[in-house]
């Protein structure tokens, strides 16, 4: 069951309103012994993250399919980088993550309870056999619902601390795969940021059309980091950068911060890793144009990055390039996960 975007929560809707969980999703299918966890796109998890397998085991009844996420916190807020470093081929490696920083499971709905197929049964129903479960250990959680929109306000504001994402509202309707039917709530924030190369659309000779504009923003010590990249252009706008940005090319490799002779792109975010085989070619710029973009979510500490590819909102030729710094990205009140759990909307001083 998939969720579409919307601008804010609203009064009346018979919505059921949960914190949105910065993890992995994950349906959990299990019959006596056996139990399988699943991401969304159908691949099997439980090689990545036994511990989670056991602890489902110990939690759960019989036979039961449930539907969640896989979140990794760390120091009372989730670290979806922690999350992603469990992705790893060696077991030697899963096994010794599993042990450092393991994963919590957090339920959120129920799709079948013994002979019972309750993807047909309204939402609120099935809240109720869900809570019914007494699932209640140190990494399988219930997450808090709620039908106040009011609450739900609150939630997406100071959740936020922790690590959460925003709020989701589910229609007291079935469960429907595949089907946009949740709305989400998400964090929407705005940069600006230095323009500090490109790479060129795929399958397009060079020069003819940008697929990304590559981002940057000065940290404490004066240093410029990247970011992420804006994209996500229509095909005659990825032409018309192509000709805007041609412009500043010449001289963008002289005294590049992210550019070596020797090397190129090597240090850069897309060369050659374990989540890669083949370099992403790059260009980089005179460092003279500056973008505000839109972006929901950082991570990786300090200096951070963007979570996901930014959305483009205007040019700002009225701003100058050394105005680009991380003091303009915000900083949510600090929040405890377990908290959060509790559905505790009290923040922490």
Known sequence: MLAKPSKSIPDGADLVFEPKWDGFRCLVFRDGDELVLQSRSGKPLNRYFPEAEAALLAALPPRVVLDGELVVDRDGKLDFDALSERIHPAASRVNLLAEQTPSRFIAFDILALGDDDLTETPAVERRRVLEGL???SASVHLTPATTDPDLARQWFTIFEGAGLDGVMGKPNGPYTPNK???LKFKHSRT?????????WY???EPGESVGSLMLGLYDDSGALNHVGVVGSFSAARRRELAVEMAELIPGGAEAHPWYTPDHGASRMPGSISRWRTTEQPWVPLRLERVVEVAYEHTEGGYPSR??????FIRWRPDRDTASCTYEQLDEPANYDLDSVLKGEVKAKG
């Open 180 to 182: 946009r039917t949740m």
């Open 202 to 204: 795929k399958d397009t």
């Open 191 to 199: 940069a600006d940021c230095v323009v500090s190369g490109l790479r």
């Open 134 to 136: 007494g699932i209640d």
């Open 306 to 311: 963007f979570r996901h590819t930014a959305q």
